[in-house]
């Protein structure tokens, strides 16, 4: 079974530069994480969908990130204008439902603002 | 706000030790307990779920989950290089929280 696939791997931009970065879950899992890993700290959720819909985005700065799963299998996150705070690991997991107990993760985007 | 706190470390013991890592939690709403492990670089992978108070074994791997006293813990017996990493405790009420971590060293 195919794991979670995301990319790119890694991306330096300019800070004022949008970035967008791709994620396919594990075939068949109907919920999908946005995780960012900032380095020394434990992994922020950011949103989170079960198929095309959104179950919590309380932590994603909705002004300037954004994210979408259209058919509820790919998903993207967008991030317009970026900071330099943004730097971090971006990792993309998803499990069978929101209720279910195991997520399995990406190997993540690393994102380098400058 | 449902917090998990993981505020020992970073860890070192000696190859073949037991290692022994804590993690507590605010609300006592949560059923589900796991343990991550992450490799420098790499992305966090499952290692043991506890949904019930008392132990769970699973190879050198022990999970401990005391709910009265809201903590969880992660023992590894006979402790080898290759378990340096970070250890991740993450608990799910509506949504699956993280702790900090904490970095294990063992010395050969």
């Given at each position: 079974e195919a794991g979670v696939a995301q990319s790119p791997r890694y991306k330096i931009i300019e800070k004022r530069q949008s970035v967008a970065f791709w994620c396919n879950p594990i075939s068949g899992h109907a919920t999908l994480y946005w995780y960012q890993q900032i380095l020394g700290q434990g992994p922020k959720l950011l949103i989170q969908f079960q198929n095309n819909g959104v179950v919590d985005d309380s932590q994603l700065p909705k002004d300037r990130f954004s994210a979408e799963r259209l058919k509820g299998v790919d998903s993207t996150l967008k991030i317009q204008?970026?900071?330099?705070?943004?730097?971090a690991v971006y990792l993309c997991a998803s499990s069978?439902?929101?209720?279910?107990?195991e997520a399995f993760f990406g190997q993540g985007t690393r994102l380098t603002v400058v | 706000q449902k917090e998990v706190e993981?505020?020992?470390?970073p860890l070192s013991v000696p190859e073949g030790a037991i290692a022994s890592l804590n993690c507590t939690y605010s609300?006592?709403?949560?059923q589900s307990f796991f343990w991550y492990r992450q490799y420098s670089g790499k992305s966090p992978e499952l290692i043991m779920s506890i949904y019930s108070n008392g132990d769970k074994e699973d190879g050198r791997f022990t999970a401990q989950l005391n709910k009265a006293s809201q903590y969880v813990s992660l023992l590894i017996r006979d402790?080898?290089?290759?378990?340096s990493a970070t250890y991740l405790c993450a608990v799910r009420w509506s949504k699956l929280t993280f702790g900090k971590g904490i970095t294990l060293s063992v010395r050969p």
């Open positions: 204008p970026a900071k330099l705070e943004d730097s069978r439902n929101v209720g279910d107990t | 993981q505020n020992s470390g609300d006592r709403g949560s402790s080898q290089p290759s378990d």
